[in-house]
């Protein structure tokens, strides 16, 4: 292990760390554009000098490796004044127009600025070099005068998405980025693209002009998308959320999430949501308190018995399961998930990037507390053979499918949770308002068999409950009532019941989540080849 | 600081003269408001205090050559405001230099607290005060003003523009709508109003 000095602080780093790196994760700053942590050095910008003594000139941190001994220096006189003229030279043509510019607020210019430069332009702004703006890349809004040429882009077309459709044009000043014959980018990870730029450059064409970033507060969370659990920061202001970010976990998605992740929020803060409960009679539907949809699903389950079967759904939390699969035992219903078989999914690749075919998060957690116990088919044949006097959906997928319609007409009480307004929530005779995943707190286990935390960002809408409160106010009506009255502690009941997940705790699982001995099969090809 | 001992005399004979040895200036003021017409009064609303050329009173947007807001819509005003009174929406403009404008532009301004870090934030100047301090209205509503109302204030013309700091600073002249009107139609460029208060 190598040991050196940075600004007279001693570190010792893992051999092969570069003197960026070692100096970033020990808190000592140090400006740069060029270098991301999950791409290729490429060490264009040399805005990350740093004199190393008996080295006869300065060297860029992010390029050099630290070697035993070597004694840095990143805030000298010598080493200030490089940073401040190579920043300085990325911001001749740059035309400052913050006030308009969305990436302000979270833009490296403006900040390394206010650290490094303080100096007046000695360019007017007539004098720049002009060059392409407001150029439409379908996802992506290019502005070729804001970029410092840092190629973060292109290194990100190139060796992640392998798609290479951005590239340098033109020479000295007037080198730009640019597609090719004003193309659009077409693939499915531009969202990305936006997050890698340093600067104003690429900017999501969904988010622009619509808020200030500074307005907005993040909450961490994991994508609900698919299987591959991508973690995300969730961005809202009063309550309506604005995007989603990818959040950085080296071991499921580096930097990166896909462009059908970050469209998730759209589905949040809209107004065909379930914000009540609602009941049928004779005279069709009609609105009434959670509190007694809760009631008559109870008695439906009491009279019912062992006569019920119970649907869990896949987007549920591990605690939203875990408390349905106990409502479940408690009346010795028939229970399962497998709408559409996606356990069969969980593990195989959509692309060779991030995304899964599988498009619920949590199929693993579901296959983990054994969820897949009756069958989906056994389940419907019952109902047609009229020996289910009670069904209760954890979700609406069931209600979807064309085949079931028959079967579910024949059982006489349905209760669904839903989160969305939908023609099929018509073939329930109860509907239970549910809180969507940004609106709970909880946990969803990844295909790699990670466990992983999500936030509460926003609040639900009207009287929208989690799943699993809905399930425990059903289960303290049947007289068993839940010990636990907070995710923290439904998760302590699952570490408790589920194999595998012993001595897992809530809060130990931080945000970067924990992962479990990885399920049978997990080794094939496609894992293989994203590694 | 040296304490200063007075001593009453507790002995004087009450009387006609110490009353209006007391009432002195009272009586100076009355006589002459009677006789000379100098009041310290001013007849509100006909007539009106002068006011500071750096009074802040309520905003004025104010516009580009061609009439559209000088507004970019960066939000900085709404950023600073300590009462959060100020509502932007944004929206795109199809000249590529400017690229961004508001499409929604509206102060509160009964919540307002007039304290001017909305000008002072302002790159563009594009949000400027008037000196126009009489707020009035029979409803809350009408008195949360628009992009529109906010950019042609009628009553600009009698007050002028109050607070605007960066006037000097900032390149593009700027054009405040009300104002050229007064001087196209009746060619009269308003400046602070001539104080016509007789005060003493």
Redo the contacts between chains.
């Keep these: 292990m190598p040991k050196c000095t940075i600004d007279g602080k001693e570190i010792e780093v893992k051999p092969g760390t570069t003197v960026l790196q070692a100096a970033l994760d020990n808190g000592i700053h140090l400006q740069y554009f060029c270098w991301h942590p999950d791409l290729p050095v490429d060490g264009n910008c040399r805005t990350c000098m740093i004199e190393v003594e008996k080295m006869p000139k300065l060297q860029i941190a992010c390029n050099t490796v630290v070697a035993e001994g070597m004694v840095v220096h990143t805030k000298s006189a010598k080493a200030h004044e490089a940073q401040r003229t190579a920043l300085e030279f990325l911001l001749i043509n740059h035309p400052i ?4 510019c969305d990436q ?1 607020g979270e833009c490296y210019l403006q900040d390394n600025y206010m650290r490094y430069g303080l100096y007046d332009s000695k360019i007017e702004l007539e004098e720049k070099v002009h060059k392409r ?2 150029v439409d890349l379908g996802p992506i809004m290019l502005d070729a005068e804001r970029c410092v040429l840092c190629s973060r882009c292109l290194r990100f077309e190139d060796k992640v998405t392998g798609t290479n459709s951005l590239q340098f044009v033109s020479r000295g000043d007037h080198t730009s980025i640019s597609t090719f014959d004003g193309r659009k980018i077409e693939h499915e990870y531009a969202g990305n693209l936006a997050d890698v730029c340093p600067v104003g450059a690429l900017l999501s064409t969904d988010f ?2 619509k808020m ?1 970033v ?2 907005l507060k993040e909450h961490q969370s994991v994508c609900p998308g698919c299987s591959t659990g991508c973690n995300i920061y969730v961005d809202e202001r009063d309550g309506s959320v604005e995007r989603l970010r990818s959040r950085r976990n080296p071991d499921v998605n580096k930097s990166w999430l896909c462009d059908p992740g970050r469209a998730l929020y759209k589905q949040i803060d809209v107004t065909e949501r379930v914000s009540g409960a609602r009941v049928r009679g004779a005279g069709g539907w009609a609105g009434v308190t959670v509190s007694e949809a809760l009631d008559r699903v109870a008695e439906a389950l009491k009279s019912a018995g062992a006569a019920s079967a119970f649907l869990a759904t896949p987007q549920g939390t591990n605690e939203d399961l875990f408390v349905f699969k106990t409502l479940a035992d408690s009346v010795g219903g028939k229970l399962d998930f497998r709408v559409g078989d996606p356990q069969l999914k969980v593990r195989q690749m959509l692309d060779n990037v991030l995304q899964h075919v599988d498009r619920n998060p949590n199929t693993q957690g579901c296959l983990d507390q054994a969820l897949g116990r009756d069958g989906v088919d056994a389940i419907l044949a019952a109902c047609r053979a009229g020996s289910v006097k009670a069904l209760v959906l954890q979700g609406p997928e069931l209600l979807r499918v064309p085949e079931a319609v028959d079967a579910i007409a024949k059982v006489p009480f349905v209760a669904a949770m839903a989160t969305h307004e939908g023609p099929e929530l018509d073939r329930a005779t109860v509907v239970l308002p549910a809180s969507m995943w940004a609106e709970v707190s909880g946990t969803f286990t990844n295909y790699q068999r990670r466990v992983q935390r999500l936030d509460v960002a926003v609040p639900p809408p009207g009287d929208a409950q989690p799943r699993w409160e809905l399930a425990a106010g059903v289960l303290s009506r049947l007289g068993k009532a839940l010990t636990a009255a907070s995710p923290r502690e439904v998760f302590g009941l699952v570490a408790r019941a589920t194999p595998g997940y012993e001595g897992l705790d809530y809060r130990a699982l931080a945000y970067m989540g924990v992962a479990l001995q990885p399920p049978a099969g997990a080794g094939d090809a496609a894992q293989e080849a994203r590694a | 600081m040296a304490t200063r001992v007075v001593t009453v005399d507790r002995n004087q004979k009450p009387g006609v003269l110490p009353i209006l040895r007391g009432l002195q200036i009272t009586l100076a003021n009355f006589l002459r408001s009677l006789f000379l017409r100098q009041a310290s009064t001013v007849s509100y609303p006909e007539q009106k205090r002068p006011v500071s050329s750096r009074y802040r009173g309520i905003h004025i947007l104010t516009e580009r050559e061609d009439g559209t807001p000088k507004c970019v819509a960066c939000f900085m005003c709404a950023t600073v405001c300590p009462a959060e009174c100020i509502y932007i929406e944004s929206g795109e403009r199809p000249e590529k230099t400017i690229e961004k404008y508001p499409t929604r532009f509206e102060i509160d301004l009964l919540r307002c607290v007039y304290c001017g870090f909305c000008v002072d934030a302002c790159p563009e100047e594009a949000i400027i005060m008037s000196r126009e301090n009489d707020l009035v209205g029979t409803t809350r509503a009408e008195l949360i003003i628009d992009r529109d109302r906010l950019m042609a204030r009628g009553k600009v013309v009698e007050h002028g523009p109050g607070y605007r700091p960066q006037e000097h600073d900032v390149r593009r002249p700027v054009r405040i709508a009300a104002l050229e009107r007064l001087k196209s139609e009746h060619g009269i460029v308003p400046g602070m109003p001539a104080p016509k208060t007789p005060r003493g």
Excluded at chain 1, 97 to 100: K, S
């Design positions: 127009d913050c006030p308009v302000a703006k407001v622009r002009f200030r500074w307005f």
